[in-house]
């Protein structure tokens, strides 16, 4: 999701309310790995991601990816995350941890600051290195549960308490509160500009995932969740999975 959000998709997002409530009406049969009662009509809006990928995103992509020097979109990618900074820090605090708590601010001063607006990252240069957290994760220590996959419309794939975490992450973020619209255009287009610089850098790695799978559906559902619960801890793989949409549609 967009990491500052206009004020028409707010009704989007009580849309995508609305599905998570109804895949929560039926349970997992036992023995599966996934929760995924609503099967069918989550492979429905797979195709139609597919589609849009295939029209929209693939090809805006490669030309900002081809138009735009590294170095430059490097520093947008930059800026994005520091607009994500106090998001990850409140979070942090409300999981307990002090400690990345304190850090996500002391990252977040410098590179807004010495960083300019965040294009550089002299954070990390003095080991303030970037620990991202977001309330579906504060969820998860709370001890919600996973709850069911909802493959939601140009986002991708969440479980029902990620994506809780990610409706509520839109309001916990301060500047959601600061920037209104249309004063939060610049950082909607950066947020944008950084979706587009992932899906160039992992084209390979997604156009083989989403065009020459068997079943880029079941591919693309197993590798969110095995990234998602590694990432939660609550895998014992060594490995993650590598989740097509975790940087495109799902930050």
């Known amino acids: 999701m967009s990491k500052i959000q206009p004020q028409e998709y707010r009704s989007q997002l009580l849309a995508l309310t ?4 109804l ?9 599966q790995e996934f929760n995924d009662p609503i099967e069918p009509v989550n492979r429905a809006v797979h195709s139609f991601n597919v589609g849009v990928d295939r029209v929209a995103y693939r090809p805006a992509s490669i030309a900002y990816g081809t138009v735009i020097p590294q170095p430059i979109r490097q520093g947008v990618s930059n800026m994005a995350e520091t ?19 304190f850090h996500n601010t002391a990252r977040f001063i410098l590179n807004a600051t010495g960083g300019v607006l965040g ?14 957290t977001d309330f579906g994760e504060t969820l998860y220590v709370w001890g919600a549960e ?32 600061i920037l209104n619209w249309p004063n939060n255009v610049p950082a909607v287009t950066v947020t944008l500009a950084d979706y587009a610089a992932d ?21 693309t559902r197993q590798a969110y969740l095995e990234n998602r619960r ?4 609550a895998t014992n793989e060594e490995d993650a999975f590598f989740d097509p949409y975790e940087e495109l549609y799902a930050e």
């Open 23 to 31: 895949a929560g009406c039926v349970t997992a049969q036992p023995g």
């Open 119 to 132: 294009f550089f990252d002299p954070a990390s240069t003095i080991g303030l290195d970037e620990r991202n």
């Open 199 to 219: 899906r160039y850098d992992f084209r390979d790695t997604l156009d083989t995932v989403l065009y020459e799978s068997t079943d880029s559906y079941a591919q």
């Open 230 to 233: 590694f990432r939660l801890g």
């Open 83 to 101: 607009i994500d900074t106090p998001k990850r820090a409140i979070n942090s605090f409300l999981q307990g941890n002090i400690e990345n708590g």
């Open 18 to 21: 609305a599905i998570t409530a």
């Open 146 to 177: 996973e709850g069911a996959i909802v493959n939601t419309p140009f986002f991708g794939p969440y479980t029902q308490r990620h994506l809780t975490g990610e409706i509520v992450d839109i309001f916990l973020n301060p500047f959601s509160l």
